[in-house]
């Protein structure tokens, strides 16, 4: 068995123990390479379906085109997108020009926790492809995420099923065990867990699937003429492009296998604390 | 393509060096990204402290605060031969649970052993926790070996006293090597400072490790994960998910469900955005569709019909335990061993050992935080499981404690219980009977239900003759196949050669007159009235692979009791209307009774 074979089996795996065990689940999806890839894998492992909603956060920030992706893919895959905003803070004006750390709680911390909660209104795509105004929504209990361990040291300590209290907040020195596959699928009230499909890839295996499986990914990732592309997608404002003439799959797998520069070296607000990340994801940043 | 990839842990003593020898390993081998080593040395210099290679791995702010690792990490790495993950397990007892949870992802482990102090309690623990965990590619690396001036005579010593360790949980390490991590002494390089010793380094040791295939040569295992039907997104498949634990499925391949018994065959692979294969091996997380439609549901094991698993209600294990509560005997705990999940409490305590030492204690009697333990658990219902030494993925199992994962163990011995026989022969009766060519499905379909046992049970005088002749008339009356068997009729009949006392082969008698009824289609209902069967439980063993519905009669007071799917109070005179309703609105939940009857 091949090695992305061996990740492939696992992932499915963890999705259907997460179908399995909760009753709220969704997924975030990112529209970036690795929340794709694993859309890719949900359906695999529920045979094309995708049996629960997929949650975005949009901080009104994004690669514009990014939105445009992300709603043709939903109503070509009959996709349930949820969509949730810090709409107050956005109102208030809210920039990174305030410290990145400032907008990121912001933006996406805090409009991640209050839509997953169902604390703040959110938006549902309905089966006619347009979205309504959800009020009350019910409280999310399994959310998976596409966290990969290779990304950053404080994601190197995650769970494949890593619990979340009831303030979001990350209890990183006193985590669970888990072995054997058995995950941690009993949970107190008010608490959620975060479920972990990819942790296991690297940065190279995402590329290595998206080229054998011919995923439709976000085209901001090849060069497309200018010479540049992106390595890794967020808010305009603070993510930077990448010199890199990849213009497809195998090419970026190519320069992956000689590069020594860290996959967020273009992403502004990991640079601003030496435990940035760790602050971030300890609060329920995903 | 993807290179082979393989998963090593670092284990050993808390610190004996692991962070440093795996920091030193990305730092030589040019894992590193740009610039990483260069951010740790300057946050050293902001911070005022002196490098150490163990901070390129012990990310967390608490970690370096401490000089201590807290969790396990990944750290991804590749040779010429392959790509590791390497996960670096902490060493203080305080996180043990870090390391069982890293260290049960690797396929290989190096144990790790500071040459100037020697042989500690967790470079003992962890070896045993290897080998609980089933790890057996070991390589111990006897670290350090720079603060006694690369001395011979240390090294052999160590060796000499961790062997013989060792060899007493059954671990024959490939190598002992003498490193030092913080100089890079025989990590991926040779030195002329231990010019004496003529083995690998550790780099080399490590790609000496060889890959585990699945274990496809195997009995099928395939521990029932889900059955997905996605009827209302327009697929009607009925699909049965899980991982193949071991062995290999083909299509039109005949396979038997335990503990239910139940026989089907295998009508096809499901894939999405794939050919279906034509077999599919262990390691596998798959779909299958059955030709025959069963009601089956997660943690029954498939397997073919004459390699079956284990099923029984005791088993004899060796346990660790890793949470702050101790495990005490007469408590209830969730037992979850692949797919299955039951209530499990200690049956017997044979011996509790202290990892550190292997020394049994005298006088303990619960399981205490790092304990390991010998002993036989007993599970509410019936389960199936292989021995580890036979299948070792079936054969392992972990025990969570309100929410959370508190201990895990391996199987190592069945324990017979009571109804062992009496499981034997249904599963052997089932496999071998004989059918016409009316199908279960068919009876169902014209009868407007699947064949099942519904069981009254009750104190006397709560009126549970009377429930059931109404609830008979009732379903007869709909067009159903109901009927009620009286145990006097088979005492009557059947038993009229038996003596009045031999109330085992009684209750045999009548649960295969059941039986027989049961394949005939009906829904037959019975209570526990005539020969005292106050153990309806070995009934229910005998039906198999037919279910039985057991609904208590009795106050509220006395709650549901094991084993009991509904409880009514009646009053015993009737009428029975409501409580008729109420039985058969739950059978026809629970897909006892469907609605269409002719």
Not at chain 1, 86 to 94: K, Q, T, Y
Not at chain 1, 123 to 136: F, S, T
Not at chain 2, 36 to 58: M, S
Not at chain 2, 472 to 496: I, P, Q, T
Request: proline letters at 4%; hydrophobic letters at 40%.
């Amino acid at each position: 068995m091949s090695h992305l074979d061996e990740l492939e089996n696992q992932s499915v795996y963890i999705f259907r123990e997460a179908y399995k065990h909760f009753k709220n689940l969704c997924m975030l999806w990112s529209i970036g390479k690795d929340s794709t890839v694993m859309l890719w894998l949900a359906r695999k492992a529920f045979f094309g379906h995708v049996p629960f909603p997929l949650v975005h956060i949009d901080t009104s920030y994004k690669i514009p085109v990014m939105i445009e992706y992300r709603d043709k893919l939903a109503r070509q895959w009959g996709l349930e997108m949820v969509v949730g905003q810090n709409r107050a803070a956005l109102a208030a004006g809210m920039n990174h020009t305030r410290g990145r750390l400032v907008c990121c709680r912001a933006l996406k911390t805090d409009a991640l926790i209050n839509t997953l909660s169902g604390a703040w209104p959110r938006k549902r795509m309905g089966p006619d492809g347009e979205y309504r105004e959800e009020l009350d929504g019910e409280a999310f209990t399994g959310v998976i995420v596409g966290a990969r361990a290779d990304e950053e040291g404080s994601r190197a300590k995650e769970r494949y099923f890593s619990p979340r209290d009831h303030n979001s907040d990350w209890d990183v020195s006193d985590q669970p065990p888990e072995l054997w596959n058995q995950f941690k699928t009993d949970f107190a009230p008010g608490t959620h867990v975060r479920i972990h499909p990819l942790l296991d890839w690297t940065e190279i295996n995402i590329w290595e699937y998206i080229e054998k499986e011919n995923i439709p990914i976000i085209d901001l990732y090849f060069d497309k003429g200018s010479g540049k592309r992106y390595r890794s997608i967020g808010c305009e404002t603070c993510t930077g492009m990448i010199e890199s003439p990849a213009r497809n799959p195998a090419e970026i797998i190519t320069e992956l296998r000689l590069t020594n520069i860290p996959e967020r070296a273009g992403r502004a607000q990991d640079q601003e604390d030496t435990y940035a990340m760790e602050k971030l994801r300890r609060e329920g940043y995903m | 393509m993807a290179h082979e990839t393989m998963n090593v842990v670092i284990v050993g003593h808390v610190d004996h060096g692991k962070s440093t020898l795996v920091g030193r390993l990305l730092a030589d081998t040019g894992t590193l990204g740009e610039g990483k080593l260069e951010k740790v040395q300057e946050v050293c210099r902001q911070q005022g402290k002196v490098f150490e290679y163990a901070f390129l791995l012990d990310a967390l702010e608490e970690e370096q605060g401490q000089g201590i690792t807290i969790d396990s990490a990944r750290v991804f790495f590749r040779t010429a031969l392959r790509d590791y993950i390497i996960i670096d397990a902490p060493g203080h007892i305080e996180f043990l649970k870090n390391m069982v949870s890293g260290a049960a992802r690797a396929e290989a482990a190096v144990l790790l052993i500071d040459a100037n102090e020697g042989v500690r309690e967790n470079s003992r623990r962890h070896g045993y926790l290897l080998s609980v965990l089933g790890i057996k590619q070991i390589v111990v690396a006897v670290n350090k070996i720079d603060l006694v001036d690369y001395d011979e005579k240390v090294f052999r010593d160590i060796v000499a006293e961790y062997r013989e360790f060792l060899a007493e949980i059954d671990i024959e390490p490939r190598h002992f090597v003498p490193v030092s991590a913080r100089e890079g002494d025989f990590v991926a390089t040779r030195s002329e400072r231990l010019a004496w010793f003529d083995g690998p380094t550790i780099l080399e040791a490590v790609d000496g490790f060889t890959k585990q295939a699945p274990e496809s040569e195997l009995p099928l295992r395939l521990p029932v994960q889900d059955v997905f039907k996605f009827n209302e997104r327009g697929d009607d498949r009925r699909i049965v998910v899980g991982r193949v634990e071991a062995g290999t499925l083909r299509p039109g391949e005949r396979v038997l469900f335990s503990p239910s018994n139940k026989v089907s065959t295998i009508s096809t692979i499901e894939a999405w955005q794939a050919d279906a294969p034509s077999s599919v091996g262990a390691g596998n997380s798959v779909g299958i569709t059955l030709s025959e439609q069963i009601y089956i549901r997660r943690g029954e094991i498939m397997s073919h019909l004459h390699a079956p698993p284990q099923v029984s209600t005791k088993l004899r294990a060796n346990l660790f335990w890793l949470s702050k509560k101790p495990m005490q005997p007469g408590k209830r705990y969730k037992l979850k061993l692949t797919t299955a999940e039951t209530e499990v409490t200690i049956d017997e305590i044979h011996r509790i050992l202290d990892a550190s030492n292997l020394d049994a204690s005298l006088t303990k009697n619960q399981v205490e935080r790092h304990d390991v333990a010998d002993l036989v658990l007993r599970t509410r219902v019936p389960i199936a499981f292989d021995l580890t030494a036979e299948v070792e993925t079936t054969g392992r199992f972990v025990i969570v404690d309100e929410y959370d994962i508190a201990g895990g163990g391996i199987v190592r011995e069945v324990v017979s219980d009571r109804l062992e026989q009496r499981r034997l022969e249904s599963r052997i009766r089932e496999i071998e009977w004989v059918r016409g060519d009316i199908s279960p499905e068919q009876r169902a379909h014209y009868a407007g239900h699947p064949a099942s046992m519904v069981m009254l049970t009750g104190a006397t005088g709560t009126g549970k003759h009377r429930i059931g002749r109404a609830l008979e008339s009732a379903l007869v009356h709909r067009g159903h196949r109901a009927y009620l068997l009286d145990g006097k009729n088979v005492v009557l009949g059947v038993d009229a050669d038996l003596a009045f006392d031999d109330i085992e082969e009684l209750v045999r008698s009548f649960g295969e007159v059941a039986h027989l009824l049961l394949d005939a289609g009906n829904l037959v209902i019975s209570t526990t009235n005539v020969i005292g069967l106050s153990d309806h439980l070995a009934i229910k063993t005998q039906i198999a692979p037919f279910d039985m519905f057991v609904v208590h009669l009795g106050p509220e007071a006395e709650g549901l009791p094991e084993g009991a799917d509904m409880r009514l109070d009646p009053n015993p005179d009737g009428p029975h209307d409501r409580e008729v309703n109420q039985i058969t609105a739950e059978l026809r939940e629970r897909g006892r009774l469907l609605m269409q009857s002719k």
